[in-house]
């Protein structure tokens, strides 16, 4: 398997990032005792629970099903909105990502407002497929997709946009990200899916639709970072169904300059580590060498 | 990644224990060690953490939506169960169990191994203590009441003033968390908070350690994965006795 150098990070500079490795919205983003924790057990960066302008309790349960290759999940974007400022705050001048969710332009710009100058940077949440009204809701429109971006990534702020891949044409919105100033497209979010309960005859989760996520959707997500990286010029994040180093690779390889783990937590907390050791070598290639080479030849 | 989705049991019949406690008893069983806890599916209304009373039941007290709609299940009805989850008491020859209210469920499977040498009881009122004659069968039991209804007047933590806490290997403690945080006081004190053990409540969306709902600060740890059983000296400067979340994550004094 390859191996790459730790040093290149195209991150690094903007948002002190220290390595590739992310750990993805949604996972363990709850509280910044939560993310301090997951920093120190090696995620280069953290990306928070998504923040919405109101608090949400989430979805009756039950939220989760775990599956043979994946798990499904509708959360219901649970939040404590602004008083997450505080939960946050600790954890100042560290690789901290905030995920935000709106239901339009300007809740997105009022959520960022409250974090300005206390994170490194915004992951819109443009992309979960189940909460009415927001996330996929408005991330299927190119239009809103632009609006939303734009109304963010005027604070200077870097500006990752997180998009769905339940669209036809994944290009078209991460166009629309880019146009809207997007600093990074990071793709995918889950795959809108159900199980269904055979035995009690209804679906497994309390919203009935979730989204897919883990090594289901890792192809999936393989192909949208493929298209991203031809299609766009800014850099993308690769991320679903990522639990190993040559998984890593393969992303890279499709284009992405950088990963977010999620699912893989879930069987392993330490997974941040256990791809580190797998994936940096002394002697490794430069990321430069392996991002995007899958287009070549 | 193993398979879990929520097993479907059926309800084979309800014990009314107090007048705001239930026993559910399952068709089936899972096997688990004492503390360990189940992600109970009321079909149509939520899903909760509960600890398992014995390997095929629950054991229930009345208070948000889902435990409300369970008191309305009778035998025939069904439920989903995901689990059991958690790291249970760690097994001791000599144990203390403290229990108070319904926090005597998981206390239950854990005297019925055989290595509770004491175990203290409290609850409000004669009428509310739970499992008393299962617990008589299995250890010593010692009784307070904060209405002195039965045994001693007062909380259950006075009761270990007359004990030599010396005499026992693991202090396992289950119960309303002001009462736990008063346990955890006179542990400290007594320097032994590192055998002893407490068994939090928080609230739970996913169970199995991945949503973050139920981390405790300052150590982030997750109470369904990395608890709910948790050692005394790591909760004492944590926000154990404090606070906890909400459903959306924000802070609730308690």
């Not at chain 1, 404590?80 to 809740?107: H, Q, R, T, W, Y």
């Not at chain 1, 949440?125 to 609006?147: F, K, M, Q, R, W």
Request: proline letters at 5%; aromatic letters at 6%; a neutral charge.
């Amino acid at each position: 398997m390859h191996g790459i150098d730790q040093a290149g990070s195209g991150y690094r500079g903007r948002c002190g990032v220290d390595n590739h490795l992310l750990l993805a919205a949604g996972i363990l983003g709850t509280t910044g005792a939560s993310l301090n924790r997951m920093l120190s057990l090696g995620a280069g960066g953290v990306v928070t629970k998504s923040i919405g302008p109101y608090p949400k309790d989430g979805h009756a349960g039950p939220c989760l099903a775990v599956l043979d290759d994946g798990i499904l999940n509708a959360m219901g974007l649970p939040n404590p909105s602004k008083e997450f400022v505080d939960e946050v705050a600790p954890l100042i001048k560290k690789p901290v990502m905030v995920s935000i969710f709106g239901g339009n332009p300007a809740e997105f710009a009022r959520v960022a407002g409250w974090f300005e100058g206390k994170v490194a940077g915004f992951e819109l949440n443009l992309s979960c497929p189940h909460a009415e009204g927001y996330g996929a809701a408005i991330g299927t429109d190119p239009g809103l997709v632009e609006a939303c971006t734009r109304a963010v990534s005027a604070t200077g702020v870097p500006t990752w946009v997180k998009l769905t891949p339940n669209v036809t044409d994944i290009t078209s919105i991460g166009k629309a990200a880019e146009r809207g100033g997007a600093s990074a497209i990071v793709a995918i979010n889950t795959v809108r899916a159900m199980r269904i309960s055979t035995g009690l005859r209804r679906p497994v989760l309390g919203n009935r639709y979730g989204g897919l996520s883990g090594s289901a959707v890792f192809p999936i997500a393989v192909r949208c970072v493929y298209e991203l990286y031809e299609s766009c010029k800014i850099p993308v994040i690769g991320c679903g169904g990522v639990s190993s180093a040559d998984n890593v690779i393969e992303m890279m390889m499709a284009g992405a300059g950088a990963v977010e783990i999620g699912s893989a937590v879930l069987n392993n907390v330490k997974i941040f580590e256990t791809i580190k050791s797998d994936l940096y070598k002394k002697d490794g290639l430069t990321p430069k060498e392996i991002i995007g080479c899958a287009h070549h030849g | 990644m193993d398979d879990s989705l929520s097993v479907p049991v059926t309800i084979l019949r309800v014990r009314k224990e107090t007048s705001l406690i239930r026993t559910f008893v399952f068709d089936r069983s899972f096997p688990f060690s004492p503390g360990q806890f189940v992600m109970v599916w009321v079909p149509g209304i939520d899903e909760i953490p509960m600890a398992l009373s014995s390997e095929n039941t629950i054991t229930v007290q009345k208070a948000g939506d889902a435990t409300t709609a369970m008191f309305a299940l009778g035998a025939g009805d069904k439920l989903g169960i995901r689990g059991p989850f958690g790291n249970g008491f760690t097994k001791g020859e000599k144990v203390l169990a403290i229990a108070g209210g319904v926090g005597a469920a998981p206390l239950l499977p854990l005297a019925r191994a055989d290595c509770v040498m004491t175990l203290l009881l409290g609850a409000k009122t004669e009428s509310e203590l739970l499992f008393v004659d299962q617990l008589d069968e299995c250890t010593d039991v010692l009784i307070a009441t904060d209405d002195g209804s039965l045994g001693l007047s007062g909380f259950v933590t006075a009761l270990m003033d007359d004990l030599n806490l010396g005499v026992y290997d693991r202090i396992a403690v289950c119960g309303p968390e002001m009462m736990m945080r008063a346990v955890l006081a006179k542990v400290e004190e007594k320097g032994i908070a590192h055998k002893t053990e407490f068994s939090l409540h928080r609230y739970m969306k996913c169970g199995s350690g991945i949503c973050g709902s139920c981390c405790i600060d300052p150590s982030g740890l997750r109470v369904c994965r990395d608890g709910p059983v948790f050692s005394g000296d790591l909760l004492l400067k944590s926000e154990f006795g404090h606070y906890m979340r909400d459903a959306s994550g924000r802070k609730k004094n308690l």
